[in-house]
């Protein structure tokens, strides 16, 4: 296990570190309880729709300072990814330590009177904590005071949480909790008291570099900089309630960010997200630490520090005191709306290896949400016209894709080449799709194919909302790509000259 400790400045946004290999303790001592030596508090602040786009991270174009104030206090995990890029499934993962497709959660999404209950014996973690003492709640970060967002793709016949405030238990009860911050999911807000400079930021080359996706970037990460905010109020509040002693807080955002070829894919940008443990007193301070991490091993590792057993059946593992690292993490992609859709992967610290079970279907099949909410798709599409898109970016326009992809990542970080039909990396593929074969065998209890009648509730659902959207942006009902970039192109020529007039 390799372990970095973050030297205590922080230049330009990116860290000075220095390797260090150190074990790390479970819980540590008895830490105290705001009146009692009991057990530790938990906390999970979970953002959506958040890469790794902070500064504590190397991205030097956003300021993140209470989130690098957190990392330095704590451990930033840089390798965490989530068994999924959306979220009602990847939600679904977290709160009960489990594969999606091993609890037919899978899906993005499915109508209340289709879904299914748990499987017999499984249960989210809040019950655990519950029948330890603990007191369970989820809230809601820009509604104080009411729940916050779950999207569980299952029903319980029971309450999963006691409250939405850790300031309703009793006193000095102990507190599992979570606290939803619902940015950057689009739309985007501006932070208009600091700007990001488009011209700064750099495209990757899947993206065409052009204006109206700069200022999306800019966009969003002025989102990202008020998720930062956010942060900065839950933790003050913390320590002002005298928890921040005895309370473990983990920083994790649901999937990656909300970009084509992110959001829903099984590419790093959908899959790779931030992770950041402080513990109570701040021990462990200003490591990182590289290991492969499952959002699904939270679970797991949050009730270890509380004391409570690990279900034998969770899929989900321990990843702080002693533990084994994970050598691969696995994630999928199955229906996401009306577009229906099977993808499989494994990724290994260099190498990720990628099946598409449909692989007649298109990348950009059509989905009605990223449609109207992502201005890149009509773009390209409208490049790709008059021949201004590369090689690269036209790959994700293509009408059909490889049954297999395999990256090099320690050389291609942005999954671009794909290796999979390359002699040379005959073996490594082999060996992964062995790994994935075996996971599939073991974990995917998902039911293929889905009910049709599900598939045709959510064509003539989203449809619905096809239509309501284009009637919002006074759009024809069957806009041509250019009506939709100019669309977007007036919207952000508004935003970004007010902030010019300021």
């Known amino acids: 296990m390799k372990t970095t400790i973050i030297n205590s400045l922080l230049i330009g946004g990116s860290l000075l570190s220095a390797s260090l290999l150190t074990s790390v303790s479970a819980a540590g001592s ?6 009692n030596l009991k057990k530790p508090n938990i906390l999970w602040i ?8 902070l500064g504590c991270y190397g991205n030097q174009s956003v300021k993140t300072e209470n989130l690098d104030r957190l990392a330095g206090e704590g451990i930033l995990f840089s390798n965490c990814y989530t068994v999924t890029a959306v979220c009602s499934p990847s939600r679904s993962g977290l709160i009960t330590g489990m594969y999606p497709v ?26 655990y904590f519950e029948e330890a003492g603990y007191y369970t709640f989820n809230g809601s970060c820009e509604k104080p005071g ?79 900089q ?8 839950i933790l003050a509040r913390l320590k002002k309630d005298g928890l921040e002693e005895n309370t473990y807080v983990f920083f994790v955002g ?18 790779n997200t931030p992770l950041i443990v402080r ?33 034998a059946y969770m899929q989900g593992q321990n990843f702080l005191g002693a533990h084994k690292p994970r050598t691969e993490v696995f994630s999928m992609r199955d229906r996401r709306d009306e577009s229906v859709d099977r993808i499989r992967a494994v990724r290994t610290g260099q190498f990720k290896y990628i099946r598409n079970f449909y692989p007649e279907k298109p990348y950009a099949q059509y989905n009605a949400y990223k449609r109207n909410q992502y201005p890149y798709l009509p773009l390209m599409e409208v490049l790709k016209e008059s021949n201004r898109l590369s090689p690269v970016q036209l790959q994700f326009l293509s009408d059909s894709r490889p049954e297999e992809e395999l990256y090099d990542l320690s050389s291609d ?5 794909n290796l999979a039909e390359e002699a040379s990396y005959k073996g490594i593929k082999k060996e992964l799709k062995e790994k994935l074969e075996q996971w599939l065998e073991e974990c995917d209890r998902a039911t293929y194919p889905e009910d049709q009648g599900e598939i045709e509730y959510w064509k003539k659902q989203m449809a619905k909302m096809d239509s309501i959207w284009k009637v919002k942006k006074r759009l024809p009902l069957a806009p041509t790509n250019q009506e939709y970039v100019s669309w977007w192109e007036k919207k952000f020529e508004s935003l970004f000259k007010s902030q010019e007039s300021k």
Not at 254 to 266: A, E, I, N, T, W
Not at 295 to 307: F, K, P, R
């Open 46 to 53: 979970v953002a959506d729709d958040l890469g790794t786009d």
């Open 226 to 233: 008020l998720v930062d905010r956010e942060v900065g109020k």
């Open 279 to 311: 513990y109570p007193k701040k021990e462990h301070a200003k490591e990182v630490r590289e290991e492969l991490i499952s959002n699904i091993d939270l679970a797991a590792t949050a009730l270890q520090l509380a004391g409570i057993n690990i279900p």
């Open 254 to 271: 649901d999937q990656g960010s909300p970009m084509v070829r992110h959001k829903q894919f099984l590419y790093d940008g959908g899959t």
């Open 30 to 35: 008895s830490p105290k309880d705001d009146k």
């Open 413 to 417: 970080p942005y999954e671009i080449y």
């Open 146 to 224: 009411k729940p916050g967002k779950e999207d569980y793709n299952f029903i319980t016949d029971y309450e999963i949480y006691d409250g939405v405030d850790w300031r309703e238990r009793k006193e000095g009860q102990p507190f599992f909790g979570q606290i939803q911050i619902h940015k950057p999911h689009r739309p985007f807000r501006r932070d208009t008291a600091r700007p990001v400079d488009p011209s700064g930021l750099k495209v990757p080359p899947y993206w065409p570099d052009h204006t109206l996706i700069r200022q999306d970037m800019a966009f969003y990460l002025e989102t990202v």
């Open 102 to 127: 091993s609890i037919n959660c899978h899906q993005h999404r499915t109508r209340k009177e289709a879904m299914k209950k748990l499987p017999k014996g499984i249960k989210t973690i809040t019950e």
